[in-house]
């Protein structure tokens, strides 16, 4: 099931040179209940890749999106993603279950409000 959902991130790094996974600005982790090394499926909206990496904790305040390692070859700078989390649940679970959807603002990848 859909456990979380940040829409439209704009990708503000991509650094080959580096291990591997997702970094996040904390307060996007945080406003979506991302937690630090977890799995995500990322899509990119501007050319239609999916793939699977893990959340890096970023700088708290700065709208960092940063992908690394292979899948910086996967986005350009300026591309806008989308990060999903799931998560499993039994049936009953499921039927009162209720996503966290974040919708940044797109330009600046901070919370609106």
Known sequence: MLR????RLTVTQADLNYIGSITLDSDLMDAAGLFDGEKVQIVNVNNGERLETYV??????????????????????????????????????????QPILVFPDTATNRLKG
């Open 4 to 7: 979380a959902k940040l829409h």
């Open 56 to 97: 890096i904790t970023g700088e708290r305040g700065s709208g960092q999106v940063c992908l690394n390692g292979p899948a910086a070859r996967r986005v350009q700078e300026g591309d806008l993603i989308i990060v999903i989390a799931y998560a499993q649940m039994t049936p009953e679970e499921a039927k009162v279950h």
